[in-house]
């Protein structure tokens, strides 16, 4: 069966810190464009951190930037999310995401959890 499974997640307070796990199972991330999403209460999904193609250079949202820091690793076939200094507002459920850079294929993430207590 193919899909991503994540892990992670959870309630910490204001100042805290998570990690994200994100592995794919019956396909490798090599060939997908990745990505992290999140959805509070009452808003739409938004993206917040995305690896440019194949590659390692990401991309940002304005909210998250210098606090979140998306990585790879290629061999155990996972992306991660690491979330420093949070706020309530970082609030959400968390998803990861993956797009074949060719075909379009895209899955996602079951979705996890993150509240932020103040």
């Known amino acids: 069966q193919v899909q991503l499974v994540q892990s992670g997640g959870g309630l910490v307070q204001r100042g805290g810190s998570l990690r994200l796990s994100c592995r794919s199972i019956?396909?490798?991330?090599?060939?997908?464009?990745l990505s992290w999403h999140r959805q509070a209460p009452g808003k739409e999904r938004e993206s917040i951190a995305s690896?440019?193609?194949?590659?390692?250079?990401?991309i940002y949202a304005d909210s998250v930037k210098g606090r979140f820091t998306i990585s790879r690793d290629n061999p155990a076939n996972t992306v991660y999310l690491q979330m420093e200094d949070l706020g309530p507002e970082d609030t959400a459920v968390y998803y990861c995401?993956?797009?074949?850079?060719?075909?379009?294929?895209?899955?996602w993430g079951q979705g996890t959890q993150v509240t932020v207590s103040s």
């Open positions: 995401k993956a797009v074949h850079l060719e075909w379009g294929n895209t899955y």
């Open positions: 690896f440019t193609g194949s590659g390692s250079t990401a």
């Open positions: 019956g396909f490798t991330i090599t060939a997908y464009a």
